[in-house]
């Protein structure tokens, strides 16, 4: 809320004066340990003119009125300063100034030159859908820029512009993100609440932060001060190299609260030097698809400790199957570099080159291999089926075993219509489970089909109990069962025997 931390600051002034003179006498009094290291002031005077602040423009339909919710004007005191802003600026709000039609929004973000030749790096958010992006230099020079390509995935863009004739670019080159440690001092310069070129620094909090934002997850978290207009400038290290791109905070109020994260320089370089390169992204391709391997799996597969991306399916296209990979293997390692969950195989094939062969080692019950991949390449475009419309009969009562707190039936063509279950999925079919089991807790539902048990596949309730009671006798505490649902996309699930 801009508007009203600007109502409460005049309102406050003396006392705002006051706390920041104590907080002045406090740092002159600290010792030089407490002021972080000297060499952040080099830094910022190093590479302050290669960070740029970036305007974008867009053409939107105007709504006919905004929400209530948003509408609210707040009560000013009369005679208060603001109040000829705030009647100006609702007016504008509810169209009652230039009418309904289209309007221009602007919005501002940060970036940086890496190439003096023209080259700029941003996040994909901060010019999504612009009309036109500018480049404001440190100095207030203003460049009109064109984009190169971006990458939604990682949040990534590239932009072009033409340099300066009478003004000498600086540009700045990326560090190695891997070589990071925790605690080590960074520094964030970008364009918070449009205020231009401002200096941050702190220390890196975590690396490898996975927190849900996309596929490739794996961000630097830092305590520097990044706001809302951070996004998409650099985070540098004491020599002065980028080894990450400012990205995303995590807030309750909008402002820092020292919880950031940035898109680590290994990630972005490959992507930077593929958008100049293809004006896209061009990632590595497996055909598999993987789940994360449980202590329970990985009892049920013989692996310890748990570890891996277990493969759940096969693409029919993709290089792995004719490579020999196999449901139920698990991946270990690819490409010389050690797999510990499902993100690093995911990370990993994504940045490796297309067509590049590959070793991949697998686990297959309880034993290495070695298989050898030609990766291909990922179409980020595909776009999964509709499930059929059309309205089945209604089946008969299926004749129904117990095994595991599931009632199982064997497949029928009365089930397949009920359930929407494709003719290539063969098994045997759920139809109901008991509340409270493993099961439910595991999310086996209705309709879903057993294809394997205990790694062999069955085809009827009969099958389902004997490889039950093999695995019983063999001193298991669970069983691995490889489920498929209607439409013959596969998982691996554990369920307890106890």
Not at 188 to 215: H, K
Not at 245 to 273: E, H, M, Q, R, Y
Not at 338 to 351: G, H, I, Q, T, Y
Request: hydrophobic share 40%; net charge neutral; with cysteine.
């Amino acid at each position: 809320m801009p508007v009203a931390i600007t109502a409460l600051s005049f309102r406050f002034k003396p006392l705002l004066t006051a706390l920041c003179l104590g907080a002045a006498a406090a740092l002159t009094a600290a010792p030089a340990q407490a002021r972080g290291p000297e060499g952040i002031a080099d830094v910022a005077e190093k590479v302050i003119d290669a960070v740029v602040n970036i305007s974008t423009s867009q053409t939107v339909e105007a709504k006919s009125a905004p929400s209530e919710g948003n509408s609210a004007k707040p009560n000013l005191p009369p005679g208060s300063p603001f109040e000829e802003f705030f009647e100006d600026f609702f007016k504008n709000r509810r169209g009652e100034k230039g009418g309904g039609g289209p309007r221009k929004t602007n919005s501002l973000g940060s970036g940086f030159i890496v190439d003096t030749a023209g080259i700029a790096v941003t996040n994909n958010h901060v010019i999504a859908d612009a009309d036109e992006i500018n480049l404001i230099m440190n100095d207030g020079t203003k460049i009109k820029a064109e984009l190169v390509g971006v990458d939604k995935k990682t949040d990534l863009a590239v932009l072009k512009f033409k340099p300066p004739a009478n003004k000498p670019l600086v540009a700045v080159k990326f560090g190695d993100s891997d070589k990071l440690r925790l605690g080590e001092w960074v520094v964030a310069i970008g364009n918070p609440f449009s205020l231009g070129g401002t200096v941050t620094a702190g220390i890196v909090s975590a690396r490898n932060r996975d927190i849900n934002s996309g596929p490739y997850d794996s961000y630097i978290q830092t305590d520097a001060a990044i706001n809302r207009g951070n996004s998409g400038g650099p985070l540098f290290n004491l020599d002065g190299e980028v080894i990450g791109v400012n990205t995303l905070i995590i807030s309750p109020s909008g402002g820092s609260i020292g919880i950031g994260f940035a898109v680590p320089s290994k990630t972005v370089v490959g992507v930077v030097d593929q958008l100049r390169q293809f004006g896209e992204l061009r990632r590595g391709w497996l055909g598999v698809r993987i789940q994360q391997v449980t202590d329970e799996i990985a009892e049920s597969l013989n692996i310890k400790p748990a570890r891996g991306a277990l493969v759940a399916g096969i693409d029919d296209k993709g290089p792995a199957k004719p490579a020999g990979i196999e449901p139920g293997d698990v991946v270990v390692k690819f490409d010389g570099k050690d797999v510990k969950e499902p993100k690093d195989l995911s990370r990993v094939v994504a940045d490796t080159a297309v067509g590049k062969t590959v070793d991949v080692v697998i686990i297959r019950k309880g034993k290495e291999e070695t298989k050898q991949v030609t990766l291909g390449r990922l179409d980020d475009g595909a776009k999964p089926q509709p499930a059929s419309a059309k309205s089945q009969p209604e089946p008969e009562k299926p004749v129904t075993q117990k095994a595991l707190g599931l009632d199982l039936a064997a497949l029928s063509k009365d089930l397949r219509g009920k359930y929407k279950i494709k003719d290539s999925v063969k098994g045997v079919v759920v139809v109901g489970v008991d509340t409270g089991s493993d099961a439910a807790e595991k999310r086996l539902s209705a309709g879903d089909v057993i294809v394997e048990v205990a790694q062999e596949a069955v085809t009827s309730a009969a099958d389902i109990k004997k490889r039950i009671d093999q695995v019983k006798k063999d001193g298991k505490k669970s069983v691995l069962l490889l489920v498929s649902n209607g439409a013959g996309e596969l998982r691996f699930v554990a369920l307890s025997l106890q």
